[in-house]
Each structure stands twice: as structure tokens, then as C-alpha cells.
């Protein structure tokens, strides 16, 4: 009923910058927040970045100051630019949404596929 697609990896060097979207489609009355995940080869799938509905953020250290998120809730949409890139930051990265209600479900969550991101040079 819902579908997550992310788009915008790809392979980039060092101190480049990429810009991720996740678009939520379906019969979508709302999602409480939104938010960005990744995992690299042989870790754990860690929180990225997240975005509730009142715009709230909260990022992983590691990326602070380097990595925004922001959403649009009109169109469903969740963007993750991403500068200064370093290796460590190479992983697939996974879109997810938070409390989504439906016009048959209320308040689950969904994922999408994920999008491959690799920094090197």
C-alpha cells in the first residue's frame, strides 16, 4: 500500500557531495517523522538523520555538520544533502518512514530498498 523509493547515490570522491531523496506514495493521511538510515559491509544498520513532522532533526554525530535533512510533507518527501564525504561514510542507505497512517493502517512503519553511496577516490 505504501512504497518508499530513494534515488541520488552514486560513487563520488572524497570531499564531494551528494543529495538523496526518498518520496512515500500511497493513501498517505500522514507520517509522524521520517528519517535516514545506512549500513556498511559487516555493521550494523545505524541512524543517519531523522525528521518529524514539526521539523524537528536529530543526526548521528558523525555526520553533524556535514549532513542536513529536511522534508516535504505536501509532496511526502524526505531529502538528505550530504557534503564534505568521507569513506567511512560509503554504505547503502535506507529510507524510512515513522507512523504512517493509511486509510487501512494506522501508524506503521516502512522502508525502502536503499541506495548505494560510495566515497572514494
Known amino acids: 500500500q505504501v512504497q518508499l523509493v530513494e534515488s541520488g547515490g552514486g560513487l563520488v570522491q572524497p570531499g564531494g557531495s551528494l543529495r538523496l531523496s526518498c518520496a512515500a506514495s500511497g493513501s498517505i493521511f500522514s507520517i509522524n517523522a521520517m528519517a535516514w538510515y545506512r549500513q556498511a559491509p559487516g555493521n550494523e544498520r545505524e541512524l543517519v538523520a531523522a525528521?518529524?513532522?514539526?521539523?524537528?532533526?536529530n543526526y548521528a554525530e558523525s555526520v553533524k555538520g556535514r549532513f542536513t535533512i529536511s522534508r516535504d510533507n505536501a509532496k511526502n518527501t524526505v531529502y538528505l544533502q550530504m557534503n564534505s564525504l568521507k569513506p567511512e561514510d560509503t554504505a547503502v542507505y535506507y529510507c524510512?518512514?515513522?507512523?504512517?497512517?493509511?486509510?487501512?493502517?494506522?501508524?506503521?512503519?516502512?522502508w525502502g530498498k536503499g541506495t548505494l553511496v560510495t566515497v572514494s577516490s
Open positions: 525528521i518529524t513532522s514539526d521539523d524537528s532533526t
Open positions: 524510512n518512514a515513522k507512523g504512517v497512517f493509511t486509510t487501512t493502517h494506522v501508524g506503521m512503519d516502512y
